[in-house]
């Protein structure tokens, strides 16, 4: 039998603990919660917005699709560095073994010119600097997953081998060691962690960074798990209002479409349900006066309407949102079967 390494400190324990659980009940929440196909499609923007923003790259909502299906992808005017690996799969061997399949990883081809190539170095050098990361990765002392994470995405912003874009790059190798095992993170999940915590973590060094890196975990994963709690309050108010109404029409479908997405048009609900723009305004207001929406822009046109839920905040690493009932009524009380649909980006992580 394998035994499993030992943590580097005792002291650590808690937060290892703390971080691995929120994860589970995490991955669980995206199995059972009635609400779990509109928690993809946040799950998988919130890490964008934090990916971007610790990339210091702005990401507008104009840059930002999400389908009918709940995925998610990026317009041209989304500059994050590297955002081709977010969600996409590789191999925990070819992480750090293989320099050619991490460089493809992240959206390079190697194959072309250096004028056509996105890093700044020869491909040579390319492969020779990420080579040396891997070579400090494996003189790292064994630890757990968790842990050996942060260590290696710290010896990752120390050789900077990308030459630009550095710290996400980080973040992406750390998060698909660690939170990536799990099926809650789809590549940001500790970006969101420690976005909300602050910018202690660029400077902190050996048992510090573990748990900063460890208590990111836990809050991202714990700003996942709110965010399913106010998803799955407002279906249970959606519900109560679609119970009393005579002719509920497709308002239910728009809740549905408006659930998953930061803000919604009267042309995109046209064009998703099926509508004229007039049916799809009516349709709009109806759910603004009822208090199912919130108008947000204050204009006379090009209204954008919102779900009336907080985004993620940081929360105390030890807060555990309230347990899903996976035999609540919402909305959905008639399609209580997971459909099937994939998750929000454009790629499922890899096994190990």
């Not at 394998?2 to 937060?15: E, G, H, N, W």
């Not at 757990?144 to 912003?157: D, K, N, Q």
């Not at 809050?219 to 119970?243: K, Y």
Request: hydrophobic share 45%; net charge positive.
């Amino acid at each position: 039998m394998t035994i499993p390494p030992p943590l580097p400190s005792p002291s650590l324990m808690v937060c290892y603990a703390e971080a691995q659980a929120a994860l589970a009940r995490l991955e669980e929440r995206l199995r059972l919660s009635p609400v779990r196909q509109p928690l993809r499609a946040r799950i998988a923007l919130s890490e964008r917005q934090a990916l971007a923003a610790i990339d210091m790259a702005d990401l507008p909502e104009e840059a930002v699709v999400i389908d009918g299906r709940g995925r998610l992808t990026t317009s041209v005017y989304d500059l994050t560095h590297w955002k081709h690996a977010i969600g996409m799969p590789i191999t925990l061997n070819a992480l750090v073994t293989d320099a050619s399949a991490l460089l493809q990883w992240f959206g390079m081809d190697m194959t072309q010119p250096r004028q056509n190539a996105l890093g700044h170095r020869e491909a040579w050098e390319l492969t020779s600097a990420v080579e040396a990361w891997s070579k400090a990765c494996k003189a790292l002392p064994p630890s757990p997953a968790l842990v050996h994470s942060g260590r290696i995405a710290a010896l990752w912003r120390q050789h900077s081998p990308l030459g630009r874009g550095d710290v996400v790059a980080s973040l992406l190798v750390g998060d698909r060691w660690g939170p990536g095992r799990w099926k809650g993170s789809q590549g940001g999940l500790t970006a969101l962690g420690l976005k909300l915590a602050g910018g202690r973590w660029k400077v902190a060094r050996d048992t510090e960074l573990d748990r900063l890196w460890l208590d990111a975990i836990a809050a991202g994963a714990n700003a996942h798990l709110q965010i399913e709690v106010q998803l799955r309050g407002f279906a249970r108010r959606a519900r109560m209002h679609l119970a009393v109404r005579r002719r509920p029409g497709r308002l239910k479908d728009l809740l549905s479409f408006a659930m998953a997405r930061p803000a919604i048009t009267s042309g995109e609900v046209a064009r998703h349900l099926g509508l004229t723009s007039a049916g799809a305004i009516k349709l709009l207001l109806t759910a603004e006066l009822e208090g199912l929406l919130v108008e947000r822009t204050g204009q006379a046109s090009y209204r954008s309407y919102m779900v009336p839920l907080s985004g993620p905040k940081a929360v105390p690493r030890t807060h555990r949102p309230a347990s899903a009932d996976i035999f609540e009524l919402t909305i959905w009380d008639d399609e209580s079967d997971d459909t099937g649909a994939p998750a929000p980006v454009s790629g499922k992580r890899g096994e190990e």
